[in-house]
């Protein structure tokens, strides 16, 4: 009998705990349910990115071009020897980048041999401007014998005619006219006589005016080269590629040092075609731009003003040109030819342009533009330079907001907003969210009353539902079981 009714309250128990099983799964599945049901049915939010936005303005922009190029020195001077000799001097100053000033003696070569060459032709000058006295007085006197047998001439002519004269009227016999004619004719042969000997003595003066001048002409050569044995800086500049010794042979033409001249310092830079377009002017020459170049030394960076010049002459087959820039150097500057220098020039300014950041549109020029509702728009606009961060546009709407950084997820239809409109969202968001927190708090609504409906039963309103992921309402504190 005990065991029959120990048996009947084992089956009870265990139905009953049956029932209570079946029954909490119901409830589960069914809350389940609802649930899935009530999200399935509710529309999920749409996104709103937040994205960097600018207005485009009309702007004048005076764009900047940078290339790369060389320091050159257009005004360089070679110092080699003129004569052969030997070096007996050379200067204090004659070293490796010293700079010396127009006029300075930087090297004297023994001018022994030369000053000797010198004084040779002086004694030739000497001895041809003696030659050149003695032919001045033979031919003065050759003059004067010329005039004499003239006028001898003229005396015996006279008499021969006298003695004609009586003979035609008689009073004298023909045989007269013998002596007369005779006397006229030596005369003759004496003019011709002396007329050749002051030929003879114009010819030999004429000869020592040339002897002469010939001799000036080696004294001149003579001390040219004996003070060619000095050498000096016709100007100021910087010296290098020394070569000279003291006590050394040199021959003519060897050189010994390079004098180059700091004020004729100028940057080569090459170009391309399209570069050098944007540099010339509207007559097709090359534009006298203002220009900087810029020297890295370590941390420091050594500016200078500079022009542009001109083109070179060639173009290679390569393409593009190389042009010249020429420095200001009022002042003094530690650049030096064979620098790799930095040239930004600037060039002519571009009105009714746009200037937008380099991210803010596509390499063939996509920008998004942004509309009243926050929607946006593909817009293509024309890129007239491109600099190191920005962008130089043309064809775009004024006025117009535009993504000033674009974005893999962003496109057409894209609903966007700026940072300052999701700031006041977020500011209007935290205060819904404390007005919600306050109604909770109380039990009800705001104003204290308490909500209709079954205790419990309400679900959260659609406010409730846009809460920012991560944030979860704190479970209010109840009785412990």
């Known amino acids: 009998m005990r065991f029959i009714v120990r048996t009947v309250w084992g089956g009870l128990i265990v139905a009953a705990c049956a029932v209570v099983l079946w029954f909490g799964v119901s409830s589960y599945t069914d809350a389940k349910e609802d649930s899935?049901?009530?999200?399935?049915?509710?529309?999920?939010?749409?996104?709103?990115?937040?994205?960097?936005?600018?207005?485009?303005?009309?702007?004048?922009?005076?764009?900047?071009?940078?290339?790369?190029?060389?320091?050159?020195?257009?005004?360089?001077?070679?110092?080699?020897?003129?004569?052969?000799?030997?070096?007996?001097?050379?200067?204090?100053?004659?070293?490796?980048?010293?700079e010396t000033r127009a006029g300075a003696?930087?090297?004297?070569?023994?001018?022994?041999?030369?000053?000797?060459?010198?004084?040779?032709?002086?004694?030739?000058?000497?001895?041809?401007?003696?030659?050149?006295?003695?032919?001045?007085q033979s031919l003065a006197l050759a003059r004067a014998d010329l005039e004499a047998a003239i006028n001898q001439l003229r005396l015996r002519r006279s008499a021969l005619q006298r003695q004609n004269d009586l003979v035609q009227r008689g009073v004298a016999a023909p045989a007269t006219m013998d002596e007369p004619q005779l006397a006229a004719s030596a005369a003759e042969q004496a003019v011709v006589s002396r007329r050749s000997a002051y030929v003879a003595a114009t010819q030999r003066m004429n000869q020592t005016a040339?002897?002469?001048?010939?001799?000036?002409?080696?004294?001149?050569?003579?001390?040219?080269?004996?003070?060619?044995?000095?050498?000096?800086?016709?100007?100021?500049?910087?010296?290098t590629d020394i070569n000279a010794t003291l006590g050394s042979l040199v021959s003519p033409n060897e050189p010994l040092a390079r004098l180059i001249d700091m004020r004729s310092l100028e940057a080569a830079f090459r170009v391309s075609d399209a570069q050098y377009a944007r540099l010339l002017d509207a007559e097709g020459n090359l534009a006298p731009l203002a220009a900087s170049v810029s020297l890295k030394l370590g941390e420091r960076n050594v500016k200078a003003r500079a022009t542009l010049d001109r083109p070179a002459a060639m173009v290679g087959a390569e393409g593009g040109r190389t042009v010249y820039a020429r420095i200001d150097t009022t002042q003094k500057t530690p650049m030096r030819p064979g620098d790799f220098v930095s040239v930004t020039i600037t060039e002519p300014p571009l009105e009714q342009v746009a200037q937008i950041p380099a991210r803010a549109a596509t390499e063939d020029g996509r920008i998004f533009l942004i509309g009243e509702d926050g929607r946006l728009t593909e817009h293509r606009v024309k890129i007239l330079r491109r600099m190191p961060d920005a962008l130089i546009v043309t064809d775009v709407p004024f006025g117009e907001r535009i993504v000033a950084e674009r974005r893999p997820q962003?496109?057409?239809?894209?609903?966007?907003?700026?940072?300052?409109?999701?700031?006041?969202?977020?500011?209007?968001?935290?205060?819904?969210?404390?007005?919600?927190?306050?109604?909770?708090?109380?039990g009800g609504k705001p104003n204290g009353k308490k909500p209709e409906g079954k205790r419990g039963g309400n679900k959260p309103d659609a406010e409730s539902d846009k809460r920012p992921d991560g944030e979860k309402e704190k479970p209010k504190a109840g009785p412990a079981a």
Do not use: H, N
């Not at 004297?108 to 041999?113: A, K």
């Not at 000058?125 to 001045?136: G, K, N």
């Open 410 to 442: 962003l496109g057409e239809g894209i609903k966007v907003q700026s940072p300052e409109e999701a700031a006041a969202k977020e500011i209007e968001d935290k205060k819904k969210r404390e007005a919600r927190r306050a109604a909770r708090s109380s």
């Open 36 to 98: 899935g049901g009530s999200r399935q049915k509710r529309a999920a939010p749409e996104r709103v990115y937040t994205v960097r936005d600018m207005t485009l303005s009309p702007i004048t922009a005076t764009p900047e071009m940078t290339v790369f190029g060389e320091i050159e020195a257009w005004r360089v001077l070679e110092l080699r020897a003129t004569t052969a000799g030997r070096i007996v001097d050379i200067a204090p100053d004659l070293r490796e980048g010293i």
């Open 210 to 239: 040339t002897a002469i001048q010939r001799a000036e002409i080696e004294v001149q050569s003579a001390r040219r080269d004996s003070a060619d044995t000095t050498l000096s800086a016709p100007f100021s500049g910087v010296l």
């Open 105 to 136: 003696v930087l090297v004297r070569i023994d001018p022994t041999t030369l000053r000797a060459r010198e004084a040779d032709t002086l004694t030739v000058l000497a001895d041809a401007r003696s030659e050149q006295f003695e032919a001045d």
